[in-house]
């Protein structure tokens, strides 16, 4: 049967005080797993290396990870050599993961660099990648950065944005039939800046297509700072950072003679005070990390507080619910050092958009020097831990004290607070990680993880390999009209236990990005009641659905 629908927007925060009185419908669904489209996705065991065996103490599930890097198929060279040295060719690479050819399983696209053409590694649907470049038209090399898999065009298909640092060109790429096509010209986005770091889309004026954010570290102060580009809806975008008041906004003075510099690194868009329209998290370099409200007329109002956003070298970001109480909070990795740099920050949503400086209570100051980084229920237990990459050879003596700096996996503890664990769990490695990639490779139920480096070891893959008796559901939309992948929507899932919320995102961890779906740990439940706010503000809603699958919900 159809889906049904309400009209009446769902405050998801408020359901479980009045579910009384909120008429819950079953709708018609889709339930595929992995390449084959099996309603339970089985697990598989790709060939291994043996780490050492893992913990997490005590008498809990055991949390363990396994490199697999050597049997995955993926492989590249990366490197960026302009003859200067420069800190973007520090900062650019990354990839993106997104099931471009709509069989089930997630792909990764990887950038290229001098030396090596980007990469598009298709999944065989057991967590294994088969190298497609050239066939699908994306070989090409070119020193690229922070790419985005996205439908710009509405055509059910996802499409690819790829960003370019030292005045590399920059691409639209739309797929066809799985070909890629450079449309970058026809598209009007004229970039003027030497440098783009990351990239994302969402709807921003709620007019049902998907439109671009940039950032550009290192970029002098302009009128037009070319965060975002406005889709048209016919396959072009127009410029909008002027008008939409992100250009007055992002930039602020850098030091006592007044210089002006964009030192924005990643932008993501949510709904941090549950009104309908996304609002723009900018984390940024040099004590410049922004909060901008959407005004809901297609203009933003910055309302950051100094007081409270304080990350002094804000890189790599994550946007999630890590404390269950329906709203998004914000997650910026920043540098560690002694005397003056305190690290990381975690700020804790109030429900309206106003964040506070939870860092030292929760425990996730001591990151070393980070970059990009997931939120992620990676042991299924409901409770979002948090993962990022690390590294920096600057050449700055001060700086020496991160080369060699090892990953951070910050495993919830379920009373807000986290206890840091990667030797613990198997994530041993060290190197110069700048992009991640959180997903379920295998469509085993758990949450695997893939790291882009910019040094000679390019790609390390840590398979999930965890041993507990608890649930998950994941969640796939397919929306309507232009907005083909439901960018925006929020999923509640609500147990016996907890209520979770996730918001589907085309969203950017730092030259990164995760798959458009959202992932939930239902700990002991078999089952659990979920409602979709879709981003037009109609829901959907059903009971009882069974857990320990993929679920695809279609908007009808």
């Not at 949503?349 to 001591?366: L, P, R």
């Not at 490779?441 to 758990?446: N, Q």
């Not at 994941?474 to 147990?495: D, H, K, P, S, Y």
Request: glycine share 12%.
């Amino acid at each position: 049967m159809s889906i049904n629908r309400s009209s009446v927007p769902l405050a998801l925060g408020l359901v479980a005080s009045h579910r009384s009185a909120l008429v819950i419908l079953f709708v018609a669904l889709t339930a595929c797993g992995g390449g084959g489209g099996s309603s339970a996705p089985q697990p598989v065991s790709p060939p291994t290396t043996n780490p050492p065996e893992t913990d997490t103490g005590g008498d809990g599930p055991i949390i363990r990870f396994r490199d697999v890097t050597a049997d995955s198929g993926l492989s590249r060279r990366w490197e960026i050599v302009t003859g200067a040295s420069s800190f973007i060719n520090e900062f650019a690479g990354g990839l993106a993961a997104a099931d471009y050819d709509d069989d089930g399983d997630i792909d990764l696209f990887a950038t290229g660099g001098n030396f090596d053409p980007n990469h598009l590694y298709e999944n065989q649907g057991d967590g294994t990648f088969i190298e497609l470049g050239r066939d699908v038209g994306i070989d090409f090399t070119h020193l690229g950065s922070g790419p985005n898999f996205s439908d710009f065009d509405g055509d059910g298909d996802l499409d690819l944005f790829v960003g370019g640092v030292e005045r590399s060109s920059y691409y639209l790429l739309e797929n066809r039939d799985g070909q890629f096509f450079n449309v970058t010209s026809a598209s009007g986005i004229e970039l003027t800046v030497d440098d783009t770091v990351s990239s994302t889309f969402s709807d921003y004026d709620n007019d049902g297509d998907l439109d671009l954010f940039l950032s550009h570290w290192g970029a002098s102060r302009r009128v037009d700072t070319e965060t975002l580009w406005r889709n048209n809806g016919d396959g072009s975008f127009a410029s909008a950072s002027i008008e939409s008041g992100i250009s007055d906004g992002l930039i602020e003075p850098m030091d006592s003679t007044g210089q002006e510099m964009d030192r924005t690194f990643t932008p993501n868009l949510s709904d941090i005070d549950n009104d309908g329209d996304v609002d723009l998290l900018m984390a940024a370099d040099f004590d410049t990390s922004q909060v901008m409200i959407n005004n809901g007329d297609g203009t933003f109002v910055k309302t950051t507080d100094r007081n409270t956003i304080v990350d002094q070298h804000g890189m790599g970001s994550a946007v999630g619910d890590y404390d269950n109480d329906g709203d998004m909070d914000w997650f910026v990795t920043s540098i560690i050092q002694q005397p003056d740099l305190f690290g990381n920050r975690l700020y804790r949503n109030d429900g309206s958009g106003v964040f506070e400086d939870v860092t030292d209570e929760a425990g996730v100051a001591d990151g070393g020097w980070g970059w990009a980084a997931c939120f992620a229920d990676f042991d299924n237990d409901g409770q979002l831990d948090l993962f990022h990459v690390n590294g920096w050879r600057g050449g700055d003596v001060d700086h020496d004290a991160a080369v060699g700096d090892q990953v951070r996996f910050f495993h919830a503890q379920g009373d807000r607070t986290f206890e840091e664990k990667a030797t613990l769990v198997g994530l041993t490695h060290i190197g110069q990680g700048r992009g991640v990639a959180c997903f379920d490779a295998e469509r085993d139920g758990d949450i695997d993880i893939v790291i882009a480096n910019n040094d000679e070891e390019q790609f390390v893959y840590y398979r999930n390999d965890s041993t507990n008796t608890n649930h998950y559901l994941a969640v796939r939309l397919v929306g309507n009209g232009q907005n083909t992948r439901g960018i925006g929507a929020w999923v509640m899932a609500e147990t016996a236990e907890v209520t979770q919320v996730r918001e589907v995102k085309a969203g950017n961890n730092y030259v990164s990005q995760n798959p458009a779906e959202v992932h939930f740990g239902l700990g002991e439940a078999t089952s659990v009641d979920l409602t979709v706010r879709w981003p037009d503000g109609t829901e959907t809603g059903l009971l009882g659905v069974g857990a320990d699958q993929l679920l695809t919900i279609r908007y009808e």
